[in-house]
DNA sequence: AAAATTATGTGTACTTAGTAAACACTTTCC
DNA sequence: GGAAAGTGTTTACTAAGTACACATAATTTT
């Protein structure tokens, strides 16, 4: 058994997370990750119940890099620098944005209760974002406007990850930071 | 040996469909399909080189569908039409939906030739949709405002199923038939 | 501090699932 | 009518998740 500062818990973490950002979950295998970490095969078992566990805690760091970039930006109530960073992160992590957003995620967020909260923070953030935008409307045209931004902004990470765009990454980004909140203005509000 | 007026391949497809549409393509393994065929476990390999390719046969099958549903409607230039049958189908068939559009789908598309002209017919038919609605507009607005109404509806179905509605589908799939269309107009074209 | 409990790691082994390889029979085609 | 191709079986390998029994170290309890 290697030595190290970190608790095993804390090394599986960020072997899994490293594993999964330059490859893909699929690519993350107890086996593997036990290797790295120098222990037995089973190790992993004394720190998480099952390999979905690990699962939900990336996914849960996944949603503080969001919120952590929303932060930096300032974004107060301003739900278009939201949806941007949402974007730049879909961009910057796609394998742990699949983890977070594809369909076929087979976590059941109520056996997690921080990543739901953090699930639904983020959510109610972006509502409350589109309220302030629009805050002689209705609840339910609140409620709706707040979807479609939701959809637009998974359409275009979407979009944005074809390959016509991922050849050269670097300009997409720089398109990001030029284009993405006139985009997104466009988009949404007409 | 059962003995079957269809090929052991339609059977297959057929089985593998049904478990498919009833759970999900993650419950879909080639023993239980070989066992409800009544054939042994590998016989499947006489007529698929993997289970990715029984994959892309039920996605193509997916792509039929919703565009027999679009014909049905006699949908032509109406991308409202055209968005609405993609939600419903979305609606009707959640796992199917998940394995076509899904991001954790491990299909290349070039692999199957099929399959790749299947999903491009079926948006670059949303494409001329709109653009017969735009006519003055530059190509890339149109295919920005395409994209932007794919996403919207791909966001619909998105919170259709949520549990929420998921609840009485009935009642859902009745607020489709009523609000839908003037739904989609509303957040695609304000 | 001795005893009991809990935490952490190991080794072994079971299970599910995808699939390769060798064999056999049957149909097709020259 | 024999060669080739098609279809299915048996057997077995491999990868990956995980259960279980054991060992030892750390912590807590009395």
Chains 1, 2 share one sequence.
Not at 97 to 104: A, I, K, N, Q, R
Not at 154 to 169: A, T, Y
Request: aromatic share 12%; proline share 2%.
């Amino acid at each position: 058994m290697a030595d190290h500062k970190e608790s095993l818990k804390e090394r599986i973490v960020e072997i899994a997370w490293k594993i999964c950002v330059a490859e893909s979950w699929q690519k993350v295998n107890m086996r593997r990750v036990a290797q790295k970490a120098g222990v037995s095969n089973t190790a992993f078992y004394r720190h998480f119940k099952n390999k979905n566990d690990l699962k939900a805690v990336l996914m849960l760091r996944g949603f503080q890099l969001i919120y952590k970039g929303s932060k930096n930006v300032n974004v107060g109530n301003n739900f278009i620098a939201y949806g941007a960073n949402y974007v730049r992160f879909g961009i910057e992590y796609p394998h742990i944005y699949d983890l977070m957003f594809g369909h076929t995620t087979d976590i059941d967020m109520s056996l997690y209760p921080d990543l739901e909260v953090a699930s639904n923070e983020s959510f109610s953030g972006l509502v409350e974002g589109v309220k302030s935008f629009m805050p002689n409307n209705s609840e339910n045209e609140v409620m709706r406007k707040a979807y479609n931004v939701w959809a637009s902004v998974h359409g275009l990470v979407g979009i944005l990850r074809r390959s016509e765009w991922q050849e050269n990454k670097t300009e997409t980004l720089e398109w990001i930071e030029n284009n993405l909140e006139e985009y997104l203005k466009i988009t949404t509000f007409g």
